[in-house]
């Protein structure tokens, strides 16, 4: 059996825990495989907190305009229907523009301003067409 020198590389401390440690190998960077696993699930929850409140409000859109359509490829709505169904104006996760008519994306449906105040609201092809 051989035995390993855990003195080759000089000591590291743990991001994690703080603790100074010997390393296995020239890339590790923690002291063990639970410090690395909670390290990264910390990080991973501080981003979702960071995020939620967009993904919440995104997701409310999406709702929305998922309801608009229901099996419909397009629909004209007022902003007062948006607006009392729940839909924020300000929050959009993408935008693109065919000929004139510039769209604000919510995922796969598309919104935009008609001349006569009403919106109009289309799914877009999973493809991004």
Known sequence: MMKRNYMKYSSK????????????RYNQKFSCRKNQVAYN???ARDIRHEKAPFDKAIEKNRKVLSNV???ADSAKI????LLGAGFNFNVF???????REKYQTVYHFAITRLNDGKFKVIKRERNGK
């Open 69 to 71: 359509l229901l099996n």
């Open 41 to 43: 699930n910390v990080k």
């Open 13 to 24: 401390t743990d991001p994690l825990t703080g603790e100074q440690f010997y390393p296995s």
């Open 78 to 81: 007022s902003r007062d229907y």
């Open 93 to 99: 996760n993408g935008s693109y523009q065919v000929d």
